[in-house]
């Protein structure tokens, strides 16, 4: 979606790693993953790294208990794995249109999409645009974010994107 930044302090710490001799289960892990917690996620939140975004949407889908026969409320524009990762759950993207401003979820659209069969939203923050999180919190279901795009974004009352849903995936 951007350049990457990267610059010689990424270097610096990927050369830390290879001349480690240790490329799996070493300490940068841990590392990586307090440091986005302190600078991205509230206090009570657990940060944890995994291989891909579609990987950590999986997850949060199944640690939020959606399986197979479920519906999942989500934007038809996307990247792919934002609808992989409900299939792979066994359960059913159901698309509802998006707002023409923001390009993300419309909310009205949303509810109108809900059946008894829903069992998660799945908004996304398209090109770091914020999806209507406080909206759909009303909704009373399980929100798994996919900030992908949106590493750093925040809502309108300041609170970071990714912060507010049940789960929520970053990816670089
Ligand atoms: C909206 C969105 N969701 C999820 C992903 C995660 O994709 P991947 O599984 O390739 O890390 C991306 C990556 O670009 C994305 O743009």
């Not at 992989?84 to 949303?110: E, H, K, Q």
């Not at 829903?118 to 908004?123: I, M």
């Not at 919190?137 to 990714?162: M, N, Q, T």
Request: net charge negative; charged share 20%; hydrophobic share 45%.
């Amino acid at each position: 979606m951007a350049r990457p930044v990267l610059g010689d302090r990424e270097e610096e710490l990927v050369l830390e790693v290879l001349r480690s001799g240790q490329l799996s289960l070493g300490p940068m892990g841990p590392r990586f993953e307090r440091s986005f917690a302190s600078r991205f996620a509230p206090a009570d939140v657990v940060a944890s790294a995994v291989s891909s975004g579609t990987a950590g949407l999986h997850l949060g889908l199944r640690a939020n208990d959606v399986g197979e026969g479920d519906e999942v409320v989500t934007s038809p524009l996307s990247f792919v794995a934002s609808s992989n990762a409900v299939v792979y759950c066994g359960a059913r993207p159901v698309f509802c249109d998006i707002d023409p401003v923001t390009l993300n979820m419309s909310v009205d659209a949303a509810r109108a999409a809900v059946t008894d069969r829903t069992s998660a939203l799945l908004p996304v923050h398209i090109f770091g645009t914020p999806a209507d999180t406080p909206a759909f919190e009303s909704f009373g279901l399980p929100i798994v974010e996919d900030a992908c795009e949106a590493l750093g974004a925040r809502h309108d009352d300041g609170s970071i994107v990714g912060s507010r849903g049940h789960a929520a995936v970053f990816a670089f």
